[in-house]
């Protein structure tokens, strides 16, 4: 399994790099970048698209008029439909997560730009965002990206992940830690 997820990374590594190179040629990676936030976002939010572009049984010919209908739907630039399309006709849309994380990532590593991942139990506000934001600035020194996600099993609190560190405020993990020591100092829980 370990080497069936190393090739899809490097399968979208390719075609990251791929559309990367196109789009700085065409001068559209910013137009290209907001593209693939738009279809992150809508893949996100669709469970049949996220099983559309996973399924092996689905015609490449169907998803790629299905992909289509979708792209034209949301807007999106004629460079970043023909690549999509592309994609789906090499039947190679179940790494499309993967193909976008990987695009996004070169544009903020040639801007100089960290990306950092919080998750919350609640969704942040924008007045919270922005001081994450300021927070991760100062402490890093340099332009932060920020990727939120929401788990509500976290209770409360936050988890801050950028570079190789990983900032843990949630209150699940303070319970896991309060649990931990009451059982080595003898007591019940």
Known sequence: MASEGTGVSELA???????????????????VASDLA????????????????????????????????????AGLSELTKRFIG??????????????????LAELARRRGEVTAQVTSAQPL???????????LKASIGSKVLVNTSVDPELIGGMIVKFGSRMVDTSVRTKLNKLQLAMKASGGSV
């Open 13 to 31: 590594a390719r075609y990251s790099n791929a559309l990367f190179e196109l789009a700085d040629e065409n001068q559209a990676l910013d137009t």
């Open 38 to 73: 738009t279809l992150k976002q809508i893949l996100a939010e669709s469970a049949d698209l996220r099983r559309l572009v996973r399924s092996p049984v689905i015609s490449r010919a169907d998803q790629g008029r299905a992909m289509a209908a979708v792209l034209d739907g």
């Open 86 to 103: 592309l994609v789906a006709a090499n039947r190679r849309l179940f790494a499309i997560d993967g193909m976008i994380e990987g695009f």
């Open 125 to 135: 506000s924008d007045a919270q965002r922005n001081a994450v934001i300021d927070a």
